[in-house]
């Protein structure tokens, strides 16, 4: 993670701006919620382009995470477990990632800024990285259901990201069906329909394996440790269209 080790020695990148750009200064003590770049002093470095967008992207994930956390009101131990989880098993984070990331959420649920907010800034950043949203939402169900439910609280917060990322109801149902018991999953998973043809789910199939590979992915300046759902995707992916060949017995004919 490049840009912590600048955050940390007293860089500051870039003006990120708005709520999320609160959270960051509150984390790491710079002015980030300015809407003029500051001056640098000789000698310091500044953040590149990726850098820029992955510390965009990890301040917006734990902020949003932080946010629905409290969607009921307050936040559990289970709730606060799941996190440490995530970050540990899912994202595979440091221990020093690992106490930013916490930072990050404890300032956010300490913040005047609602999900909206958050959300809201965050398809600013993203809206010409689609996956990134993807990735996002993603993200959001993965935590949500790590408990084994999905409260409606939650998941009205959720379908906000959704309407907020322009996401459609179909890409929707594809992401939950990752994570939520439905017999069409694997169709879901590809965005097409069990009724059609062997041609149309093949190049659906070609389009999300090109543009969900994981170096496609980072190269949008997704964080290093988010690659893992990155590569999560895209075996699903893979996985749904073997299934969906084998459930089909057309194996000879979807190549």
């Known amino acids: 993670m490049g840009w912590l080790g600048k955050m940390v020695g007293g860089t500051i990148g870039f003006a990120l701006g708005g709520p999320l750009g609160a959270i960051a200064g509150a984390v790491f003590g710079h002015a980030f919620d300015r809407s003029e770049e500051r001056t640098f002093s000789e000698g310091q470095q500044r953040l590149s382009p990726g850098e820029e967008s992955q510390f965009a992207f990890f301040i917006g994930a734990f902020s949003m995470l932080a946010k629905l956390s409290q969607a ?38 300490a913040s005047p800024g609602t999900f909206q907010d958050f959300a809201t800034q965050f398809y600013e950043r993203f809206r010409f990285q689609t996956q990134l949203l993807d990735v996002m939402l993603d993200i959001l169900l993965r935590v949500s259901i790590a408990d084994g439910t999905l409260s409606h609280v939650e998941e009205q917060l959720i379908i906000t990201a959704k309407s907020t990322f322009n996401i459609s109801d179909s890409q929707y149902t594809a992401i939950k069906s990752r994570y939520v018991k439905d017999d069409g999953k694997y169709y879901a998973i590809l965005g097409v329909n069990r009724n059609d043809t062997d041609e149309v789910i093949r190049t659906r199939y070609r389009k999300l394996v090109k543009e969900y590979h994981p170096d496609m992915i980072a190269s949008k300046g997704l964080p290093e440790e988010f690659t893992k759902l990155a590569e999560d995707k895209f075996r699903e992916i893979q996985e749904a269209y073997d299934l969906i060949r084998k459930e089909r017995s057309t194996k000879d004919r979807i190549q």
């Open 72 to 109: 009921d009101g307050h936040v559990s131990q289970e709730e606060v477990t799941s996190i440490e989880k995530f970050m540990i098993h899912d994202l595979n984070l440091n221990r020093e990632s690992q106490v930013v990331a916490m930072n990050i959420f404890q300032a956010a649920m």
